[in-house]
């Protein structure tokens, strides 16, 4: 069965210094990975996706996150965190094109400024 | 992009009451669609896949007579939540992956319904 785990259920970051919001992953065969990102009472936007290809993957408003097959991780990562990030990130991971997409349990990001 | 619409975006029932949620894929066709529940502060949990033209397909532990699923086109998905009561108060929130083309059939999220009940 398929899984995703992030171990922080919040992190704390000075706007301006970077951030790592964890990830990792279980999943049979090549993984589909995905980071959403929640604003409070609204769905999820999607930041960025990793298919096949080049290992570091860049996506929305500057965040960016690389696949580490031995370690089973997806980190998604930004250079300088901005206040505006403060909000809830989600890992997800599918084991297949068409397969079901499963949530790790959502880490709060918190920007300070 | 791809846009997915729910409609309302909050509803307030009475215990015992039944409430319809929309899911429509606004310039695309989604012959799958899926339904999650979220609770406040945590991760979304699928509750059922909504298939066009069959049934739902619903995950272990969810109540199927209490969730009713109906996926009426390409475009519309409904969630009934008949009966509710104030433990199925909740955000729901609806995807539709566009299953065009050789794409990565990516899913696209609705804005999320509010139910509550009093």
């Known amino acids: 069965a398929q899984s995703v785990a992030q171990p922080e259920d919040q992190v704390n970051v000075a706007e301006g210094n970077p951030l790592t919001v964890k990830c990792t992953y279980s999943?049979?065969?090549?993984?589909?990975l995905f980071w959403y990102v929640q604003y409070p009472n609204r769905g999820l936007q999607f930041l960025l996706k990793y298919i096949t290809g080049d290992n570091l993957v860049k996506g929305s408003y500057g965040f960016e996150a690389e696949f580490n097959k031995s370690q089973t991780s997806f980190h998604l990562k930004k250079p300088s965190a901005l206040v505006s990030d403060s909000a809830l990130y989600f890992c997800?991971?599918?084991?297949?094109?068409?397969?079901?997409?499963?949530f790790g349990q959502g880490t709060t990001l918190q920007v300070k400024p | 992009g791809a846009v997915v619409s729910q409609h309302p975006s909050r509803v307030i029932c009475k215990s015992g009451t039944s409430v319809k949620i929309e899911c429509r894929s606004l310039d695309f066709q989604a012959t799958t669609m899926f339904w999650y529940r979220q609770f406040p502060k945590q991760s979304l949990m699928l509750m059922a896949t909504s298939n066009e033209g069959s049934k739902a397909t619903y995950e272990q532990g969810v109540e199927k007579d209490k969730f009713l699923i109906n996926h009426a086109s390409l475009t519309l998905s409904t969630l009934t939540v008949t009966s509710a009561h104030p433990e199925d108060s909740s955000f729901y929130i609806c995807?539709?992956?566009?299953?065009?083309?050789?794409?990565?059939?990516?899913?696209?999220f609705g804005p999320g319904t509010r139910l509550t009940v009093t």
């Open positions: 999943v049979s065969g090549n993984p589909y």
């Open positions: 997800a991971v599918r084991a297949s094109r068409q397969g079901k997409l499963i």
């Open positions: 995807s539709a992956p566009d299953s065009t083309g050789t794409g990565t059939y990516e899913q696209y």
